[in-house]
């Protein structure tokens, strides 16, 4: 899952708050309230949050996978090396 956390701290750090993204930066306030729900936004999006906080990506977001996503990988995981496997034979 991807977490917007960083963000925050990062955006404390610069002294910008969400006001200034808004009303300054021409940020959707649709934007941020996605972003603390960690849900999904455009790269676009973070590109322009980098170059207005003067960062990194991985000053804005993170990625941990949860125990439900790597479940599925795993067993997507398994599905595809047994095809490959009756393929060979």
């Known amino acids: 899952m991807i977490s917007y956390q960083p963000l925050w701290t990062t955006m404390k750090k610069r002294k910008v708050t969400k006001y200034q ?4 930066w021409g940020i959707s306030s649709n934007t941020l309230r996605r972003m603390s729900h960690n849900e999904p936004i455009t790269t676009a999006t973070l590109n322009e949050l980098c ?9 804005i977001m993170q990625f941990e996978a949860t125990c439900e996503e790597s479940e599925s990988v795993s067993q997507k ?7 490959q496997k009756k393929r060979r034979k």
């Open 21 to 24: 993204l808004i009303y300054h």
């Open 51 to 59: 170059l207005i906080l003067n960062c990194k990506v991985q000053d």
């Open 77 to 83: 995981r398994e599905e595809i090396n047994n095809k």
